[in-house]
């Protein structure tokens, strides 16, 4: 009862190189999607094209849990879904932060290590299918939802 489901689409006309987003509502057909795509690239760029073939590039579904009583347990999740069980410090890397900082040994851990406490940057996050670089001055943790939350502070601070 407390899930909340979004769901959108990114569209563009054939041959284009940038896309639309659209909302796409349950039981859309795709000629509903495509005459939104229509009414949204008038919306956007002035003109559309309703006789040219529309492409889909992707479509997204996002779901939101309402109330405290949605968090989620980030380590139990992750080790069902195969991604192993939390583990220390995997190794470090020289990373590149900029001409300022120059070359840094950065941390390289597996984001089942992470938890809710923070982790002060330089950090690399590996996991199977990504990578997250905290840079230096920065520090980053999990919520309570398992995302990893990322604190940078402002450049004059």
């Not at 769901?7 to 987003?21: D, F, K, V």
């Not at 005459?35 to 040219?52: L, M, N, Q, W």
């Not at 300022?100 to 851990?109: C, L, P, S, Y």
């Not at 996991?127 to 398992?146: F, H, K, N, Q, S």
Request: with cysteine; aromatic share 6%; hydrophobic share 40%.
């Amino acid at each position: 009862a407390n899930v909340r489901i979004k769901r959108s689409a990114e569209l563009r006309y054939a041959g284009q190189a940038y896309e639309l987003t659209v909302p796409v509502a349950a039981g859309d057909s795709l000629a509903d999607v495509a005459k939104r795509f229509h009414e949204e690239h008038r919306k956007t760029y002035g003109h559309c094209s309703p006789a040219d073939p529309v492409d889909v590039v992707s479509v997204r579904s996002l779901a939101q849990v309402s109330g405290a009583d949605g968090a989620l347990d980030y380590a139990r999740l992750s080790a069902r879904a195969g991604h192993g069980e939390p583990a220390g410090d995997a190794a470090s890397r020289r990373a590149y932060f900029g001409r300022a900082a120059g070359f840094v040994d950065t941390a390289v851990v597996a984001r089942a290590a992470l938890d809710t406490q923070w982790r002060d940057g330089p950090l690399i996050v590996e996991e199977y299918d990504a990578t997250c670089v905290i840079p230096p001055g920065a520090r980053a943790r999990l919520d309570a939802l398992g995302n990893i939350e990322i604190d940078v502070p402002p450049e004059d601070a």
